[in-house]
């Protein structure tokens, strides 16, 4: 049981690029979401999913796309990157009707 | 203002030392309240959670909610060098899965 699983760990992108962070989780989750976490913002909400064909927008989406094909997957894309996108991205999976939000360990963006 | 407000820290404690962590909400609908460890480098896990007011205890950590002054703290007894990390407070926005998160306080617990 390997939790939330976020790839890569580390990236660097140069302006203008585009990318997609991988997230999986084996817990058979209903509920994933994107956060990003800046210091002195702590944790934002990118965009959310509540199962396998529906997401929404969270508090900071512009810039980024997210599908939810399967309940296991919840990638997350940058169109085209842009310095103000550097920060640290955690995808995370609540099951439904759960109190525990659970965090994969983070994927490192710098964006140059 | 934001939803919820926290220190940012860092506080800087003896070991053994009782520690207290705190924040503050501005919504009173918000019922549910839980607290994150971050360890450096490492993804949120949480540590407790409360429902409406009063006190939780869980081994050496208590988290207490003050609903009429919308506060809640979680306290650390005989803090030791391995509680060091962020300590963020969450709330989920009424009957949604979307949690609002405080900034995190840096705790550091010195040897």
């Known amino acids: 049981n390997a939790g939330v699983t976020q790839t890569p760990k580390f990236q660097v992108l140069k302006t203008g690029q585009s990318m997609t962070l991988q997230c999986a989780q084996d817990m058979n989750h209903e509920y994933m979401s994107w956060y990003r976490q800046d210091p002195g913002m702590g944790l934002r909400l990118i965009h959310y999913s509540v199962g396998a064909g529906i997401t929404d927008q969270g508090e900071v989406p512009n810039g980024y796309n997210v599908s939810r094909s399967t309940t296991e997957d919840f990638p997350l894309r940058l169109l085209s990157a842009a310095p103000s996108q550097t920060s640290v991205y955690f995808c995370?999976?609540?099951?439904?009707?759960?109190?525990?939000?659970?965090f994969g360990e983070g994927s490192w963006l710098t964006v140059v | 203002q934001k939803e919820v407000e926290q220190d940012p820290g860092p506080l800087s404690v003896p070991e053994g030392a009782i520690v207290s962590l705190n924040c503050t909400y501005s919504?009173?609908?918000?019922?549910?309240f839980m607290w994150y460890r971050q360890y450096s480098r490492k993804g949120p896990e949480l540590l407790m959670y409360t429902y409406s007011s009063g006190n939780k205890e869980d081994g050496r950590f208590t988290a207490q909610v003050d609903k009429s002054s919308k506060y809640i703290s979680l306290f650390i007894r005989d803090s030791q060098p391995s509680d060091s990390a962020t300590y963020l407070c969450?709330?989920?926005?009424?009957?949604?899965?979307?949690?609002?998160f405080g900034t995190g306080t840096r705790l550091k617990v010195l040897a």
């Open positions: 969450a709330t989920p926005t009424s009957g949604t899965y979307k949690y609002i």
């Open positions: 995370a999976s609540t099951q439904d009707g759960g109190n525990t939000i659970y």
């Open positions: 919504n009173s609908a918000f019922q549910y």
